[in-house]
């Protein structure tokens, strides 16, 4: 057996946390690609709580934001 080898039997990951992916997609040398940003941890899983934490997100980054339409992003109250 090689020293590196893992054996998946011998993996054991636990989440305890709750957390935000954040996947862009971006055009780059002429084509389309889906990214991955980040992993924001979150305490609440709440409508008002998801659009603070990922709007905080981009304001911090200066990335600028473009929501893809989801009613939890542009709804009546955001």
């Known amino acids: 057996?090689?020293?590196?080898?893992?054996?998946?039997?011998?993996?054991?990951?636990?989440?305890?946390?709750t957390v935000i992916i954040i996947l862009i997609?971006?055009?780059?040398?002429?084509r389309i690609q889906d990214t991955f940003l980040?992993?924001?941890?979150i305490k609440e899983v709440?409508?008002?709580?998801l659009y603070k934490e990922i709007t905080n997100f981009f304001s911090l980054k200066k990335i600028p934001y473009a929501?893809?339409?989801?009613?939890v992003m542009v709804g009546k109250h955001n």
């Not at 997609?25 to 002429?30: D, E, H, V």
């Not at 980040?38 to 941890?41: E, G, K, N, Q, V």
């Not at 929501?67 to 009613?71: I, V, Y």
């Open 67 to 71: 929501p893809d339409g989801a009613n």
């Open 25 to 30: 997609k971006i055009f780059f040398s002429s």
């Open 1 to 17: 057996m090689h020293p590196q080898t893992v054996h998946a039997q011998n993996i054991c990951v636990l989440f305890v946390d």
């Open 38 to 41: 980040a992993l924001l941890p």
């Open 46 to 49: 709440r409508a008002e709580d």
